[in-house]
């Protein structure tokens, strides 16, 4: 009777349980997020992702399970959007502390959003290119992550430029810019920012829970 190698039974654990408790987690999130949002139409714009999503990750799993620090980085942008989306992003307490605190002109919320937007995504394209792509070990590869980062970003803008043009005034809350005529161009950065330190603090983690993901033909 085959025996499991030292280690692999609590590893073996670990993989089975985390994604239950982060789809309990982030269910939970939704339900309260929902809750008497500020604006409805708002909260459905910025957490359509998290609904779209959190399926496509469950559905995929057998087939194409993802790293734990993935599914745990994943779950953290998951709820930053949902508060994002129950108060809109120009309105979350948290935010109104830390501008009291250090004396800012807007409600910072925003601009974490943004960080997030390019610091967990850069660890989901990183994961998908070592993954199915010849980039493993390429220098090549922390570049063009980077890039795929900012071209989501970009998408993201352009999509509230829809929602602006459509919407006019009654997107605002959507929008989050409060005044800032600079604001799209501090949302790509802030993406940008997030993007690079990602790479530069979880690269070698990242290499570390992959190499523990099974390997499948």
Same mark, same amino acid.
């Given at each position: &009777?085959?025996?499991?190698?030292?280690?692999?039974?609590?590893?073996?654990?670990?993989?089975?349980?985390?994604?239950?408790?982060?789809?309990?987690?982030?269910?939970?999130?939704? %339900?309260?997020?929902?809750?008497?949002?500020? @604006?409805?139409?708002? #909260? !459905?714009?910025?957490?359509?992702?998290?609904? =779209? $999503? !959190?399926?496509?990750? =469950?559905?995929?799993?057998?087939?194409?399970? !993802?790293? @734990? *620090?993935?599914?745990?980085?994943?779950?953290? /942008?998951?709820?930053?959007?949902? =508060?994002?989306? /129950?108060?809109?992003?120009?309105?979350?307490? %948290?935010? @109104?502390?830390?501008?009291?605190?250090? $004396? *800012?002109?807007?409600?910072?919320?925003?601009?974490?959003? /943004?960080? &997030?937007? $390019?610091?967990?995504?850069?660890?989901?394209?990183?994961?998908?290119?070592?993954?199915?792509?010849?980039?493993?070990?390429?220098?090549?590869?922390?570049?063009?992550?980077?890039?795929?980062?900012?071209?989501?970003?970009? =998408?993201?803008? &352009?999509?509230?430029? %829809?929602?602006?043009?459509?919407?006019?005034?009654?997107?605002?809350?959507?929008?989050?810019?409060?005044?800032?005529? #600079?604001?799209?161009?501090? @949302?790509?950065?802030?993406?940008?920012?997030? %993007?690079?330190?990602?790479?530069?603090?979880? $690269?070698? *983690? /990242?290499?570390?829970?992959?190499?523990?993901?099974?390997?499948?033909?």
């Amino acid at each position: &009777m085959p025996t499991a190698l030292p280690g692999t039974a609590p590893l073996a654990a670990r993989r089975r349980r985390l994604p239950a408790a982060l789809v309990v987690l982030v269910l939970a999130a939704v %339900a309260v997020s929902a809750w008497r949002p500020e @604006d409805p139409v708002t #909260w !459905l714009l910025e957490t359509v992702w998290v609904l =779209v $999503g !959190l399926p496509l990750v =469950v559905l995929a799993r057998r087939r194409f399970p !993802l790293s @734990d *620090l993935l599914c745990c980085l994943l779950a953290a /942008h998951a709820v930053v959007l949902l =508060v994002g989306g /129950h108060y809109t992003y120009a309105q979350v307490p %948290a935010g @109104d502390w830390v501008r009291d605190l250090l $004396g *800012l002109e807007r409600n910072p919320y925003d601009r974490f959003g /943004h960080l &997030m937007q $390019g610091f967990v995504p850069a660890l989901l394209v990183r994961e998908l290119l070592v993954r199915t792509s010849p980039l493993r070990g390429s220098r090549w590869l922390a570049p063009l992550v980077v890039c795929a980062c900012l071209a989501v970003s970009a =998408v993201f803008e &352009m999509l509230e430029w %829809a929602a602006a043009v459509t919407g006019g005034h009654a997107a605002d809350a959507f929008l989050a810019t409060q005044g800032d005529e #600079w604001d799209t161009q501090w @949302d790509m950065f802030c993406a940008l920012i997030g %993007a690079s330190l990602s790479l530069l603090l979880l $690269g070698r *983690l /990242h290499d570390r829970r992959l190499a523990e993901l099974p390997h499948r033909p």
